[in-house]
């Protein structure tokens, strides 16, 4: 079992940067596939991104995100990083992480498939 905290959000203009963290308060990301999504005010979690544990270095995105964010594990910190490059208003949302053990490529951007949650961190992108 492995508790997520996610780290790093904030209050931004558009256009600007956020780094988020993700690490476990107790136990180890080794073994489990990571994940990331979000949810807005009055709308469903949404997939953003994912590592596969039997993936190697291969990094999954949303379309939305694709060429904005990246997704960064370092096993040896035990640590997950989301870069959030050149903010847009319809990125605000609280942004989670999440762990799970059987995943299958497409079933990674399915929320229900995941196992374990983090509390979520706030990013809001606003002049």
């Known amino acids: 079992q492995v508790q997520l905290v996610e780290s790093g959000g904030g209050l931004v203009p558009p256009g600007d940067s956020l780094r988020l963290s993700c690490e476990p308060s107790?136990?180890?990301?080794?073994?489990?596939?990571v994940g990331w999504f979000r949810q807005a005010p009055g709308k469903e979690r949404e997939f953003v991104a994912a590592?596969?544990?039997?993936?190697?270095?291969?990094?999954y995105y949303a379309d939305s995100v694709k060429g904005r964010f990246t997704m960064t594990r370092v096993n040896a910190k035990n640590t997950v990083y989301l870069q959030l490059n050149s903010l847009k208003a319809e990125d605000t949302a609280v942004y989670y992480c999440?762990?799970?053990?059987?995943?299958?490529?497409?079933?990674?951007?399915?929320?229900?498939?995941?196992?374990?949650w983090g509390p979520g961190t706030q990013v809001t992108v606003s002049s």
């Open positions: 999440a762990a799970g053990r059987r995943l299958i490529s497409s079933s990674l951007r399915l929320p229900r498939q995941w196992d374990y």
């Open positions: 590592n596969k544990w039997s993936g190697g270095s291969t990094i």
């Open positions: 107790e136990g180890t990301l080794n073994g489990y596939s």
